[in-house]
């Protein structure tokens, strides 16, 4: 009781003291309140608007960032406390103790999201003036926050949560930022430039931000949440002649990019959330496992989703070749190794994750699929199992562990020809023929190995391979074109 009365105490300091302080500084503080665990502080707050006779505002600014932080503290730290002990135990008798369903959080986040996308349409639909422009503004925007999210939306869970993490904050930062004394003076310079206002002004600014993705292509995401500052500013809270028919046409461009091109996913995100994974101990990795386990394979019936596996492949043949993998190392590492790129054999630590991670399916998803799908689910985990001893193969060709290497391709080849891929097989013979002439000096067994690769086949498309896995075979390739073309120079 105490505590609540020191809550609501504390909401009404925030109306008293904060009556000079802008709109966009109280919700801050109002958001923190709720952040901390102060819901009751949205009632002091109203108290206080009520005796001050402040009007709707300090409801506005104030009460409802409470609301909104509490519900981000609700979301993230209790999840387990809304569950009762017999629901926890139903939830581990159907899914085990690694399988992680969606939880609070990731529901909140998308509610989050989906107020972000349909933030700007509900802003100017109450907007007497600007017409058609405005609506066309908010339009291209909240298409281009929806199809991002639906680009990531078959990403790793954390990687999902923290799209919209940024998108949310960013949309909510921006709005704040552009009500404020920020947002007038961006207008009013932006009015006072006659080139840059108009539709004169929208080709300018267009090119120049175009120029701009030449130079630094593949930022959408981060792109979109920068044109939500001034669409708040010119569209919603300071409007000025000619400033809102000049944002248009760069977000009718933005737009159309984010349609054609690749939407890039947050692939950056994923890769050092599973990277970091190598510092961890066993139950941590559950945690990052858990939920690609029941995105992956049990959340849509029929869904086979090994990218994370493949991810760890990619890391393995980058590591060998002497690439350093963003992520394995932190200010929290007490693995001196880990400072440094895991080359030679030290890059088969990565694909011992692609290992355990392969072995979870075996353990706890097959035995929860549906029986119709469990011959596709064999399907595309023996091919990611064949991918698995090519990218160790890889990675032993590149230590120099000759004998193992040569195992390792022959395996590749045996699980190629086993899964009907003819290419592949080839390709993996071709492989183990080299190691047997470069690696070991046994020149006629790779003449009878290449003696077996038909001359007929295309070349591996590789399609479902990780690109620093393909990369890694483009190398080794490469090599071997070399090779045999000084071996001709020097017969010649």
Excluded at 11 to 20: A, C, F, N, P, T
Excluded at 164 to 179: C, E, H, Q, Y
Excluded at 442 to 458: F, G, V, W, Y
């Amino acid at each position: 009781m105490a505590g609540s009365l020191v809550h609501v105490v504390a909401g009404v300091s925030l109306v008293w003291l904060g009556r000079d302080l802008s709109g966009p500084a109280l919700a801050a503080l109002g958001l923190a309140l709720g952040l901390v665990g102060w819901p009751e502080a949205a009632c002091g707050v109203a108290v206080a608007g009520v005796l001050l006779g402040s009007g709707p505002e300090p409801l506005a600014w104030a009460a409802l960032p409470v609301l909104v932080g509490y519900g981000i503290r609700l979301s993230h730290l209790l999840p387990e406390r809304w569950r009762s002990p017999e629901a926890a135990l139903v939830r581990i008798s159907r899914f085990g103790p690694y399988i992680r369903p969606l939880l609070p959080v990731d529901r909140f986040w998308a509610g989050a999201m989906l107020l972000t996308v349909i933030a700007p349409m509900v802003a100017v639909a109450g907007q007497d003036r600007g017409g058609l422009v405005l609506v066309a503004c908010a339009a291209a925007l909240a298409t281009q926050m929806m199809l991002l999210d639906k680009a990531v939306e078959h990403e790793h869970r954390w990687g999902v949560r923290s799209h919209r993490i940024i998108m949310t904050f960013g949309n909510a930062a921006a709005a704040l930022s552009a009500a404020g004394p920020a947002g007038g003076w961006f207008v009013s310079r932006w009015s006072q430039s006659g080139l840059l206002t108009g539709w004169l002004g929208g080709a300018l600014i267009c090119g120049v931000v175009f120029v701009a993705r030449l130079v630094r292509p593949g930022r959408l995401r981060a792109m979109t949440v920068l044109w939500l500052f001034p669409f708040w500013a010119v569209a919603v809270f300071h409007p000025a002649p000619g400033t809102a028919v000049a944002l248009l046409p760069l977000l009718l461009a933005e737009t159309a990019v984010v349609c054609c091109v690749d939407r890039p996913a947050p692939g950056r995100i994923v890769d050092r959330f599973t990277a970091f994974m190598i510092q961890e101990d066993s139950e941590r990795r559950m945690s990052f496992l858990g939920p690609w386990l029941y995105d992956g394979f049990l959340r849509s019936p029929g869904t086979t989703d090994f990218r994370l596996v493949r991810r760890y492949l990619g890391m393995a043949v980058h590591a060998a070749r002497g690439g350093f993998v963003p992520g394995q190392n932190s200010i929290v590492n007490k693995d001196p190794v880990l400072r440094q790129p895991l080359t030679g054999l030290e890059a088969l630590r990565w694909t011992a994750l692609a290992t355990q991670a392969l072995t979870l399916v075996d353990e706890e998803v097959t035995p929860r699929v549906p029986a119709e799908t469990r011959q596709s689910l064999a399907r595309a985990r023996s091919t990611v199992e064949a991918e698995l001893v090519l990218a160790k193969a890889l990675v032993l060709t590149f230590a120099e562990a000759w004998d193992d290497a040569l195992r390792g391709w022959r395996e590749a080849t045996l699980r190629y020809k086993a899964l009907g891929l003819r290419a592949e097989e080839a390709a993996c013979r071709a492989a183990t023929a080299d190691v047997l002439d470069r690696g070991l000096g046994r020149c006629e067994d790779a003449r009878r190995e290449r003696a077996r690769i038909p001359s007929d086949l295309p070349e591996p498309a590789w399609d479902s391979l990780d690109d620093r896995v393909r990369d890694g075979l483009s190398a080794l390739s490469a090599d071997r074109q070399h090779q045999t073309g000084r071996s001709r120079v020097e017969a010649a």
